[in-house]
């Protein structure tokens, strides 16, 4: 694919940094939505990707949530439609539009709730459709009439199969976060959908990454596109604080626990790999007294919009979340980002960290690593430039806690481990397990006297008893125990 390159147009960043919303030709009722939303200059995706996409224009945008890319292919759908808008109740005056495709409900949801705020002085019409609610709603609301659909793909063709819903208006698509449909399997869904759609029409795609899948994406749905790219989050974000604890996996609990109870943390997402350790995490960190919840994929659309809310408002301080549930919520200026597991896609350490850091504060992204997730961090470490710091815990010690110990199985049974020992590191017999050394040479295991199996099966041992530091939780957190600043 080629992409259409102009030499002052889009505006560099640089020189998009200088636009304000009035320049961007938006329309009055538009900027004063922009403006009851607070924002008083544009998002450098905003300022090159509004005049492009109001002019017609189909843009592959390399832009992640917290970009501001949402207002970026929101206000210029809004305002191509508004000559279009009617205020007459029949449904055939309101046919859909703009269709905005989204991976997840949260994401539809968000877009949605985005789309309704910068619409809120026009009479355009905008509904969501997702899978896991009743559909019938959704298919009276969408016989009524919309002009602006945002829906997940497999929902979106229920409808179809329903022909609750007719695209032969569309005259814009948004594929949000393409590369998450890539991997998430909905690449036949869209295929359908896009033989659905008129062949005149724009067409924006967003993802964070462009792979070789994407831009084969972006030959079938987009017509010389002009390719907006700013800068990802692991770029903009330099004030995180990327720390790595190595941490035997059976002891990443009491870490967590640790951390979490620290008071340094007030509000955090622990991010975790698959849906069963998401929800037993969260349970066990309610037992510890922590307020915590899950969000993942088999809980209803209700429950997670219950527990983000709850999140969002301060009850609770841990959302537990897998990569899924979690991807393109919009919560802000979190302080601290934990990864109880390192994600196997590197790409989505990226997005994980993408909650923290925003808009110049300073972030802190804290990964719990187990020996065997050694070469999930080294492709980590490839994909940020640099390497992460690695803590040791030098004092984090297992208290001897008879009653803790009392009766657990190999658990109680295991030596009090304690880990200030350099000379009482990896013993030759115990270092069988060669996944024990990371291929860097970085001995994971080191800060801990072996018990037992540190290989992966160990995770679901029982849980090592309460350990407390020695040192100040502020020393363990090792610099990042700073209160955020604010
Ligand atoms: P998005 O990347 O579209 O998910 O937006 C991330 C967050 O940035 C949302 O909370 C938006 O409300 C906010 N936002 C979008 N545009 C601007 C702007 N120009 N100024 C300040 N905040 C913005």
Redesign the pocket.
């Known amino acids: 694919m080629s992409f259409a390159r102009a030499s002052s147009f889009p505006p560099s960043d640089a020189d998009a940094a200088s636009v304000s919303?009035d320049g961007l030709g938006l329309a009055p009722e538009l900027l004063k939505a922009?403006v009851d939303?607070?924002?008083?200059?544009?998002?450098p995706i905003?300022a090159r990707a509004i005049p492009l996409a109001l002019a017609g224009k189909d843009i592959m945008g390399g832009?992640?949530?917290?970009?501001?890319?949402?207002?970026?292919f929101a206000l210029p759908i809004l305002q191509r439609l508004l000559p279009l808008a009617s205020s007459s109740p029949s449904p055939a005056r309101h046919p859909v539009r703009a269709l905005i495709l989204a991976p997840t409900r949260e994401l539809a949801l968000?877009v949605f709730g985005?789309v309704k705020t910068y619409a809120k002085y026009t009479p355009l019409r905008a509904m969501c459709a997702f899978g896991g609610v009743d559909i019938k709603p959704q298919t009276a609301e969408l016989k009524s009439g919309v002009e602006i659909l945002v829906a997940t793909p497999g929902r979106l063709l229920d409808h179809v199969e329903q022909k609750s819903v007719h695209f032969n208006a569309v005259q814009t698509l948004v594929l949000d976060e393409a590369d998450r449909m890539l991997d998430m399997g909905f690449i036949p869904d869209i295929r359908r959908i896009l033989n659905l759609l008129p062949a005149q029409r724009q067409s924006l795609l967003f993802s964070a990454t462009f792979s070789d899948e994407i831009k084969r994406l972006a030959d079938v749905i987009l017509k010389m596109p002009v390719l907006l790219e700013v800068a990802r989050r692991n770029q903009v974000s330099e004030t995180i604080l990327h720390r790595v604890y190595s941490v035997a996996e059976h002891d990443k609990r009491a870490l967590l626990i640790h951390l979490l109870k620290s008071g340094e943390i007030t509000q955090t997402i622990v991010f975790t790999r698959t849906r069963q350790g998401c929800s037993r995490l969260a349970r066990e960190l309610q037992r510890a007294g922590i307020g915590a919840d899950a969000i993942h994929g088999d809980k209803t659309q209700h429950e997670r919009i219950r527990t983000l809310d709850a999140f969002k408002s301060g009850q609770i301080a841990a959302l537990v979340a897998t990569d899924v549930a979690a991807r393109?919520l919009?919560i802000?200026e979190l302080p601290y980002v934990i990864n109880y597991e390192l994600p196997h896609v590197p790409e989505d350490y990226i997005h994980r960290i993408g909650r923290t850091g925003r808009a110049g504060r300073q972030g802190k992204a804290i990964s719990l690593v187990a020996a065997h997730e050694a070469d999930y961090l080294r492709d980590i470490e490839k994909l940020l430039k640099k390497p992460v710091e690695r803590i040791l815990l030098p004092d984090f010690e297992l208290e001897t806690n008879s009653a803790a110990g009392q009766g657990r199985g190999r658990a109680a049974r295991r030596p009090v481990a304690v880990a200030a020992e350099p000379s009482r590191g990896v013993r030759p017999e115990r270092a069988r397990s060669e996944r024990l050394i990371a291929p860097d040479g970085f001995d994971f295991s080191k800060p801990y006297e072996p018990r037992g199996d540190l290989s992966p099966a160990s995770a679901d041992a029982p849980p090592a008893p309460y350990r407390r530091p020695k040192k100040p939780i502020a020393a363990l957190l090792g610099g990042l125990g700073r209160k955020p600043e604010t």
């Open positions: 919303f922009v939303s607070g924002y008083t200059v544009p998002t905003q832009a992640q949530t917290g970009t501001g890319k949402t207002a970026a968000q985005a393109g919009d802000e």
